[in-house]
């Protein structure tokens, strides 16, 4: 191991886990001048970080063992995991155990399940533990991301002055927040990451309208991102939408996207929110088309049978069906119902695990820094507080918003059903926007069935509960 850059006991504070994420988190903490530890399970990586950290360097202690690691650090310390969701953490925060005093704090700052950040903030016991959502990929770590931080929160004031500092700023304001205790962080960033997949697959399912339904070229696609990302739509994912479709591949020099495979990733964090969405009784209809699009997008060859069997669908939409003007509007009513959805569930927990998340709050800390920054964030966050406890959909600002776009997302969902372009989450966006304008609805049929073959009662509309049919045979 090279010599350690600083002596013993020096640093504010450590952080273990120089991945991608870990290692830029890392610099930025130096960067705001936070002298700083960290170990990495191979040491080759952590001599290799201090080496490349430049001017950083003289800020950082790299460390070759846990105990020097742990030793490196002023007490009462504060130890930030970045490494894999899952067991590692559990690992990791059974050897720091070994080491630490009762005072010292963990932070668990990787994307965990936010049920596991609840069991291990018991587990822990009185050893002061939070877990905080990291938003914003390797750049947001680097130079400022959003952070929602859940724990105690006498254990978040230790740290808030570091997480503050490091965190992306909106206007001065630091996008670094305090959402609750135990998992309430780490359940905020899960719903961060359940719009984020929502608001991509609506950008993806108007990318798949402007190619196949309107035979538009990348560099046109790429241009037409570019001048939404000037108004209402204003956003990191729009902006980088239209960089994607721009880039050109540079061994083919074809569109970059024509050489990617059409098959999506994912880690899990989507399908969390979804999985919790149900426990919850909440509904996110969006977020759930884009999970499920994610999971049919793996399925290649079955996709390409269907095609086989079935034939190609005609996908070319009319000349002058659509202009892309009603494709913004489409796209922008959906965005609105989408965000609507998560920041529904988002009540639902706060009332279920008794948090009192601070919805305003929540879309202040996602205006700059996150993956799912944008301008609408900004009246979204007043809308949230005029308007507590009501619906997105239904405060003022984003009612008319959806007054002036929903006919557009209806005929963008009827021409792409008409012409076999499949667009899941902006026609979801659609249902639900209908479902809750409609007062009277149609499980009154659900009820009568319930009751006919299980007898499980209804209530009627001129009173009374528990009531039952005189069905025949
Ligand atoms: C963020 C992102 C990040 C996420 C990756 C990959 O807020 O910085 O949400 O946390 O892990 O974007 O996520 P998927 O692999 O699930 O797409």
Request: hydrophobic share 40%.
């Amino acid at each position: 191991m090279r010599e350690r850059t600083k002596s013993m006991s020096t640093a504010e504070i450590g952080l273990i886990g120089l991945g991608t994420m870990g290692a830029a988190l890392a610099l930025n903490i130096a960067d705001n001048g936070f002298d700083i530890a960290v170990w990495n399970r191979t040491t080759e990586k952590t001599t290799a970080f201090v080496d490349k950290a430049g001017d950083l360097a003289s800020r950082i202690t790299g460390t070759d063992t846990l105990e020097d690691f742990v030793k490196s650090i002023k007490a009462p310390r504060a130890i930030i995991l970045m490494v894999p969701a899952g067991k590692i953490v559990d690992d990791q925060i059974a050897a720091l155990r070994q080491l630490l005093d009762a005072d010292d704090m963990i932070i668990d700052a990787g994307n965990a399940n936010f049920h596991d950040t609840n069991r291990r903030a018991r587990d822990v016991g009185d050893l002061p533990f939070l877990g905080i959502g990291v938003s914003g990929g390797e750049e947001g770590a680097r130079f400022g991301p959003s952070i929602m931080g859940g724990g105690k929160r006498e254990y978040w004031d230790r740290v808030a002055h570091i997480l503050e500092a490091i965190s992306a700023k909106h206007k001065g304001q630091p996008c670094a927040t305090w959402m609750g205790e135990e998992g309430a962080g780490h359940f905020v960033k899960a719903v961060h990451n359940g719009i984020e997949y929502a608001d991509m697959q609506m950008i993806a399912e108007t990318y798949g309208i402007m190619r196949d339904g309107m035979g538009m070229h990348h560099d046109a696609i790429g241009t037409t991102f570019a001048d939404w990302d000037k108004g209402v739509l204003r956003s990191y994912l729009i902006e980088i939408s239209g960089k994607v479709a721009a880039t050109k591949d540079p061994e083919s020099g074809k569109p970059m996207l024509d050489v990617i495979v059409d098959a999506a990733g994912q880690k899990g964090t989507g399908r969390w929110t979804v999985i919790e969405a149900q426990h919850l009784a909440a509904a996110i209809p969006a977020i759930d088309a884009a999970v499920v699009a994610r999971n049919l997008s793996a399925q290649r060859q079955t996709r390409a049978a269907g095609q086989e069997m079935f034939g190609a669908a005609p996908h070319h939409l009319p000349h002058d069906s659509l202009s892309l003007d009603t494709l913004e509007k489409a796209l922008i009513a959906g965005k609105i119902l989408c965000y609507a959805q998560g920041f529904e569930m988002i009540t639902k927990a706060s009332d279920h695990y008794g948090w009192t998340l601070p919805l305003p709050a929540i879309a202040e800390v996602w205006r700059e820094g996150c993956i799912i920054r944008s301008d609408m964030l900004d009246d979204m966050a007043s809308a949230l507080r005029d308007e507590t406890g009501r619906s997105l959909m239904l405060a003022p600002k984003f009612a008319k918003m959806l007054k002036e776009t929903h006919g557009a997302l209806r005929h963008v969902v009827a021409q792409a059903a008409m012409h076999g372009l499949a667009v899941p989450a902006l026609s979801s966006g659609l249902a639900y926007f209908d479902t809750m304008r409609t007062a009277r609805g149609t499980a009154n049929m659900i009820q009568g069935q319930r009751d006919f073959f299980g007898a499980h009662g209804f209530e009627r509309v001129d009173g009374g509960t528990d009531q039952h049919g005189p069905w025949g045979d």
